[in-house]
């Protein structure tokens, strides 16, 4: 991992108004991605049958299928389940966001933004997947649960998780802290690294679905301990 080569990374844009196409192309390849732009869902996953993205920027609403329903179907493709998805959002949309997160969006951008936020998200979705830090490779085991930070992967007994890119990270950064207490706005700053304020329900969504993928009953969780008023714990 994190060789010195520097491949560029490709990014998938949907977005149906011109000239927030062009904005976003020109910023973020002057910034040295690749970007493809699709007017419309149904073009983005035509393309996706043959080509694969490191990073989706999804528009939410959209001509024909939405912004949600596209990262839907990404995430139940096994292809495509961890790759990062941006969400763009009008500002009205509140009730879509949390939806969205539900979904498994990783980041979310409220419009109008600025062309710099977007391209400062951008970088900080690939400093966080782009492989692990020296030392930080090795394989995580705890009881019956295994995480591969090299490889992403994640197994327990043996089987492997079938995780989004945020819950794998929670995973990972709640095994490298056994035992310890972590609050709610640490895993928010230590998984998506954004000040998200009002959003730590964010973390308490992703930490849901993380119990119904390891734990044996979800409703009992052995695992992930809630702390009452603080946060999670692994156990
Ligand atoms: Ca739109």
Redo the contacts with the bound molecule.
């Keep these: 991992m994190g060789g010195v080569m520097a491949l560029k990374r490709n990014v998938f844009l949907v ?3 011109a000239h ?1 196409q062009q904005l976003i192309q020109y910023n973020l390849e002057a910034s040295g991605f690749l970007v493809s732009v699709f007017g419309s869902g149904e073009e983005l996953l035509r393309q996706c049958a043959s080509a694969i993205p490191d990073l989706f920027i999804l ?4 001509p024909g299928i939405d912004g949600l329903e596209i990262c839907r179907r990404i995430r139940l493709d096994g292809r495509m389940r961890q790759i990062p998805v941006i969400m ?1 959002t009008a500002r009205s949309e509140e009730f879509d966001r949390v939806l969205g997160l539900e979904l498994g969006a990783d980041d979310y951008i409220t419009k109008p933004f600025s062309v710099r936020e977007l391209v400062a998200r951008v970088r900080a979705i690939f400093r966080r997947t782009d492989g692990a830090l020296p030392g930080e490779g090795e394989i995580v085991r705890v009881g019956d649960i295994a995480l591969d930070p090299a490889r992403h992967e994640a197994y327990k007994q043996g089987n492997r998780l079938e995780l989004t890119l945020k819950e794998f990270e929670l995973l990972k950064i709640l095994l490298q802290n056994r035992g310890r207490v972590l609050t709610r706005d640490m895993l928010l700053e230590k998984v998506w690294g954004f000040d998200y304020y009002g959003e730590t329900r964010t973390v308490d969504v992703h930490i849901r679905y993380l119990r119904q993928k390891i734990e044996d009953d979800d409703s009992k969780p052995l695992y992930i301990e809630t702390v009452r008023g603080v946060g999670y714990r692994f156990v």
């Design positions: 977005e149906d108004e927030i528009d939410l609403m959209l763009l």
